[in-house]
């Protein structure tokens, strides 16, 4: 906690409302996310945040449209990196197992823990613009690892007959299922077993023999 703080404590006011909307819109979602509630926790007043955001949809819009942007960079740089497919599906599950430990440290509980799957969730009461950021996502995220695995086929990692577009999709579902999958289990390591069967299987069906 003394960690999440200091962080906190190193950013403008506009940023430190964006964290603190960040974790509760995670947890309780648009109904549940109160300017006073932002408040308490910052420590200031409610008309502090207002100054920053006349509306609640506008706070959960610019928030939603950030996450979602950081979220598909990440993604973006391990699968247009020049790591193997294996090291590329390991850290696509280490970048989960990031955000799911933020909020369910113990490993074992399960926290919501990813807006994405937060907001499509409740699509019908965001902004058109956060919509198509959490539509953008999914389509971004698509290319990425269909891209990757092209890669890896011109690396000589998969067979030349893979087929890019089939194989993709179990771990483009994967990565859009996450949330779901450890709130389900309860804990990261059936999310990660499902990865670790994705590489076994790809590998075994179309990994190109020595």
Known sequence: MTNANDK?????????????????????????LRFQ???EILECTRGNIHYHYRHKHLLVEEVTVEYCQRTIGHFDQIWSSDFSLKEKIRQSMQFNQMRYLKRNPQGNTNNPWSLIARMRLERDIITPVAREAVARYSMELQ????GGMRRSIERGELRPDTPVELVSLPLIELAN?????????GQFDRLKQ?????DCLIHEAYGVRS
Not at 9 to 32: F, N, W, Y
Not at 194 to 198: D, G, I, P, V
């Open 8 to 32: 906190l404590a190193q950013l403008s006011m506009r940023e430190k409302i964006k964290e603190v909307a960040t974790d509760l819109l995670i947890m309780h979602g648009c109904p549940g």
């Open 37 to 39: 509630q932002i408040a």
């Open 143 to 146: 290319r990425c690892v269909i």
């Open 177 to 185: 299922s996450a949330d779901p999958i450890t709130r389900d289990a």
């Open 194 to 198: 499902m990865y670790e069967a994705f």
